[in-house]
């Protein structure tokens, strides 16, 4: 199995950046895409962003285009989740998760590991 766990969250307000960090440890991490989703109180998890296994390939939500970048480091097995602009909806826990191959995924189903989570707090 993969242990998958989530760091860099915390308070902050509108319009601040927040880079995430997910160190893998105890698996398969470079032969599988990676993916951010989060879950507020009172809401289904919501996809945020997916990266292909090498790198090569993203994929963002329509709600943090243009503000967020995924990115992962094979060689640390760490994937990180770079958000700028962020606003109050943006509050949330941050999960990180392994895809269940090399193809960005976005839908729950298309990942078999996930962290902990790290809690996202945007004021406004």
């Known amino acids: 199995q993969v242990q998958l766990v989530e760091s860099g969250g915390g308070l902050v307000q509108a319009g601040a950046s927040l880079s995430l960090s997910c160190a893998a440890s105890?698996?398969?991490?470079?032969?599988?895409?990676m993916g951010w989703i989060r879950q507020a109180p009172g809401k289904e998890r919501e996809f945020v962003a997916a990266i292909n296994w090498s790198g090569g390939i993203t994929y963002y939500a329509d709600s943090v285009k243009g503000r967020a970048t995924i990115s992962r480091d094979n060689a640390k097995k760490t994937v990180y989740l770079q958000m700028n602009s962020l606003k109050p909806e943006d509050t949330a826990v941050y999960y990180c998760a392994r895809a269940r191959g090399t193809r960005e995924q976005i839908t729950m189903d298309g990942y078999d590991y996930w962290g902990q989570g790290t809690q996202v707090t945007v004021s406004s």
């Open positions: 105890g698996g398969s991490f470079t032969t599988h895409a």
